[in-house]
């Protein structure tokens, strides 16, 4: 949990500042949260926030090597959450996978939106807006979690 903690410094130290309106950045939350690692509610929002990320940026994604990527992202931070939800929290299967899709959905949606709102302003989805940031956060996290 200390590199994981590590990595995510790191990343806030990495990512810019840009914000859009529908969330926060993953760097904010994270500020605002800064005991998040011990809880798992907070620490499962963050990796669903990921998810989700990672999800929209293989769907906008053009290159056909790059999407594979993105999607494996995907599956390791969607596992850790789902793990940690059973194990701290006693959710079954049932219950974690309907919070995760539920959760995951409603943050797609947000993205789509300010991807779609950046891109008509600047021709980039996740370029001077929260999600490129919350992409490098992530990154760190997933190395972590792969360690």
């Known amino acids: 949990m200390k590199k994981l903690l590590a990595i995510i410094v790191l990343g806030l130290l990495l ?3 840009a914000y859009s309106q529908s969330m926060i950045s ?3 939350y ?4 800064d005991k998040y690692a011990s809880d798992p509610i907070t ?3 963050v990796l669903k926030r990921c998810s989700a990320a990672y999800i929209y940026a293989a769907s906008i994604t053009k290159d056909s090597s790059n999407p594979k990527n993105l999607l494996k992202a995907f599956q390791i931070t969607f596992d850790f959450a789902a793990k940690i939800l059973m194990k701290k929290m ?8 309907k919070s995760l899709k539920t959760d995951i959905d409603n943050m ?10 950046s891109f008509a302003k600047t021709g980039q989805y996740m370029m001077n807006n929260y999600i490129g940031g919350d ?6 996290i997933v190395e972590a979690i792969n360690k």
């Not at 006693?90 to 996978?97: D, P, R």
């Open 108 to 117: 797609m949606k947000y993205l789509e939106k300010d991807g779609n709102e």
């Open 135 to 140: 992409l490098k956060i992530c990154k760190g």
């Open 15 to 17: 990512s810019g500042n």
């Open 90 to 97: 006693n959710w079954t299967e049932e219950v974690t996978a």
């Open 43 to 45: 620490l499962t929002y």
């Open 30 to 33: 994270i500020q605002e949260n």
């Open 26 to 28: 993953l760097k904010k």
